[in-house]
């Protein structure tokens, strides 16, 4: 299987066949460890026109992801390793539910599926997590409906210090 960079963030695999090793997943956490976002993925579906999108992901703890929702979609999380917690938000932004996961080892999730839309976050706790996403295709930016009750991403820090506060309010230790 060969894999080829779309950007520092977004890998592609090809092939007819794709599987992963040990070693791809190294791969991953090294190119999350590595980006300024902290963040990377393998993409195992052809294209982005693909009606089902399957990826491994990798963030970074520190990673800011701002919360979201995709109207009309389904999304299903497989942790492979590391800790994470996923935040469901109530349309005004109040907290709905935290869904803590992890590998088999963590005695937490390791599986969920949302299969309505609901704004949400993931909050990575351990220096990389690595978890398989998947979606219905194709993608398009314009399905990702970002909550305005969130900061936006950018170099004020505003999004950064509004994550470090749901941290603590959702995760033992922050």
């Given at each position: 299987m060969n894999i080829r960079a779309i950007n520092p963030e977004v890998y592609q695999a090809e092939g007819p066949v794709v599987w992963a090793t040990k070693d791809n997943i190294e791969f991953l956490k090294a190119r999350a460890l590595e980006n300024p976002r902290g963040r990377a993925r393998l993409c195992a579906h052809p294209n982005s026109e693909d009606s089902l999108h399957e990826m491994l992901v990798a963030l970074r703890s520190d990673t800011i992801i701002r919360p979201h929702l995709h109207p009309n979609n389904v999304e299903s999380v497989h942790m492979i390793e590391g800790l994470m917690t996923v935040?469901?938000?109530?349309?005004?932004?109040?907290?709905?539910?935290?869904?803590?996961?992890?590998?088999?080892?963590?005695?937490?999730?390791?599986?969920?599926?949302?299969?309505?839309?609901?704004?949400?976050?993931?909050l990575p706790e351990t220096e990389v997590m690595v978890c398989q996403e998947v979606t219905r295709g194709p993608f398009n930016r314009a399905n990702t409906v970002l909550a305005a009750?969130?900061?936006?991403?950018?170099?004020d820090g505003k999004l950064k210090e509004y994550l470090t506060s749901l941290r603590a309010k959702v995760l033992k230790n922050p």
């Open positions: 935040v469901h938000f109530n349309e005004d932004g109040s907290l709905n539910e935290a869904v803590a996961m992890g590998d088999l080892q963590s005695g937490r999730a390791i599986y969920y599926r949302m299969t309505r839309p609901l704004y949400h976050a993931w009750w969130a900061p936006a991403e950018g170099p």
